[in-house]
């Protein structure tokens, strides 16, 4: 794959991975977390885009019948920005 010229022209390459997990407590409760990060190649980047993105999501559910659940829910992403062009360093290759 050839560099970028225009950031955004071809995409950006990019790195990363999740995981999640799933408890069940007792017969009517549950839990489920995840967790996912991205880390695209800062170099590829602008000043001021996300050079990683990381992801989070967590729920409790609670089974009424098998056909009745109430469930509370949170999720969020934690971009972290370059406010100025990176070292050679933070490069992931």
């Known amino acids: 794959m050839g560099a970028v010229g ?5 995409g950006v390459e990019s790195r990363g991975g999740w995981t999640q997990a799933q408890f069940n407590f007792k017969r ?7 967790y996912g990060i991205e880390v695209p190649n800062a170099s590829q980047l602008p000043v001021g885009n996300p050079w990683r993105n990381q992801t989070y999501m967590g729920n ?5 019948t098998p056909n009745v659940l109430f469930a509370w829910n949170t999720a969020g992403c934690l971009p972290t920005t370059a406010t100025s062009p990176l070292p050679t360093s933070a490069v992931i290759m």
């Open 6 to 10: 225009t950031p955004g022209e071809y």
């Open 28 to 34: 009517r409760w549950q839990v489920n977390l995840g």
């Open 60 to 64: 409790v559910i609670f089974k009424l």
